[in-house]
């Protein structure tokens, strides 16, 4: 049996990380194709290293583009892939438009598709990663799910019982793998903070960075926190373009910097007071690292990190942010309890599935 593992852009290396270690310790077959949306050093080659990543045995480099020519080079060149590969299997992970690509091209070629982080849905339909998340889901015929709501979704949604897989979160394997190399490389040290003493900012949904009066009154709500508490906020690429296109400076106490490596990130993460965000798999991160989390969104698509975790959603208005603020500072916060099976080995059970369904073929 040949496994093909997927990945495109930032949110997917934690994620397939520790199936392709997974798949290494039982000595399966695999190899990893990388479609280059996300091509920057720190947005990729960067990662590849700290996550021990293998370099990929095939790379697309398809890089940025509207979303139907992104969808449609990946899925050009990845059937050429799978024509001369052959793989038994193609597992891809999360919402991102490589993802729905290869799913789609691998289902055409008749080839099954393993969906990691499957089952996730926000309603929310103007999100490209909502649809992303529902096709592939469809096209999937074994469908690794993170939490409750994510099996409740795909049962609602007619996918058979027996194609869905609970597994746990394969990125919180990672997490757990990496958080003691995150913390004691004391990355708070290279920006001037003190562990505890600063929030961590990031933001780059469309929904939120594509719309000037949105980026703009943002920034406002953020400027009341920055007058209390120094914020460290690396730009993604998209929303440092919409700040130059619309002259849009960040407020006083806010610190900019590059988007950051994996366990630099992680290390600012674990030690940080508060988490502003508008990132799925941070809201997830730090339900497990137990430090705060406001979400900077209407909905998500992971609402155990609410119900078990220690993410809220909250409106971008001044006063809110404030408010949210003081009531971490006065220990007024949900706890994290772990969400079931969060346990750093869900890419180990992952891989059980894979074992069972290629004996069950043979
Ligand atoms: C993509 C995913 C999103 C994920 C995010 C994580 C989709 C639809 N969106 O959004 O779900 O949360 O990645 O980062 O797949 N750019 C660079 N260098 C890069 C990559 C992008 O400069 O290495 C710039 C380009 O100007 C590009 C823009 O960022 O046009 C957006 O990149 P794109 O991959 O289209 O979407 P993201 O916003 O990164």
């Not at 793989?87 to 289902?107: E, F, I």
């Amino acid at each position: 049996m040949l496994i093909c593992n997927v990945v495109g852009a930032r949110p997917n290396y934690m994620k397939i990380a520790p199936i392709v270690h997974a798949l290494d310790r039982r000595g399966l077959a695999h190899f990893l194709v990388h479609t280059g949306q996300h091509y920057d050093e720190n947005m990729s080659r960067v990662l590849f290293e700290e996550l021990e990543l293998p370099k990929p045995d095939v790379y697309l480099g398809v890089g940025s583009d509207t979303h139907a020519r992104q969808t449609a080079r990946v899925m050009m060149d990845f059937e050429k892939v799978c024509q001369d590969r052959r793989p038994d299997l193609v597992m891809v992970a999360g919402d991102v438009n490589s993802t729905l690509a290869a799913a789609l091209t691998a289902a055409k070629l008749g080839i099954p598709v393993g969906h990691v982080e499957a089952g996730l849905r926000s309603s929310d339909r103007t999100m490209p990663e909502e649809l992303n998340r529902i096709v592939t889901d469809h096209l999937s015929e074994m469908l690794f799910t993170t939490e409750e709501s994510g099996n409740e979704n795909l049962r609602r949604e007619g996918i058979p019982d027996e194609w869905i897989h609970f597994v746990g979160n394969c990125m919180v394997d990672t997490l757990l793998r990496r958080r003691e190399a995150a913390v004691s490389g004391a990355p708070w040290k290279e920006f001037e903070l003190s562990p505890g003493g600063y929030a961590l900012l990031t933001l780059h949904r469309p929904s939120n960075v594509d719309v000037k009066v949105t980026l703009q009154s943002l920034m406002r709500a953020i400027a009341a926190v920055a007058a209390r508490l120094p914020v460290l906020f690396p730009v993604h690429p998209r929303t440092r373009n919409r700040m130059m296109e619309w002259e849009i400076a960040p407020p006083d106490g806010v610190q900019l910097c590059d988007p950051l490596s994996y366990l630099t990130f992680l290390g600012l993460m674990a030690k940080a007071q508060l988490v502003l965000t508008d990132s799925g798999g941070i809201q997830e991160e730090t339900t497990v690292l137990d430090v705060p989390c406001l979400t900077l969104r209407r909905n998500t698509e992971r609402p155990i990190t609410i119900t078990c975790g220690t993410n809220q959603l909250t409106e971008p208005e001044p006063q809110a942010l404030v408010r949210s603020l003081e009531r971490i500072r006065a220990g007024d916060w949900p706890k994290n309890r772990r969400p079931p099976l969060w346990d750093g080995r869900a890419s180990e059970r992952v891989v059980d599935v894979i074992q069972n369904w290629a004996a069950s073929r043979l």
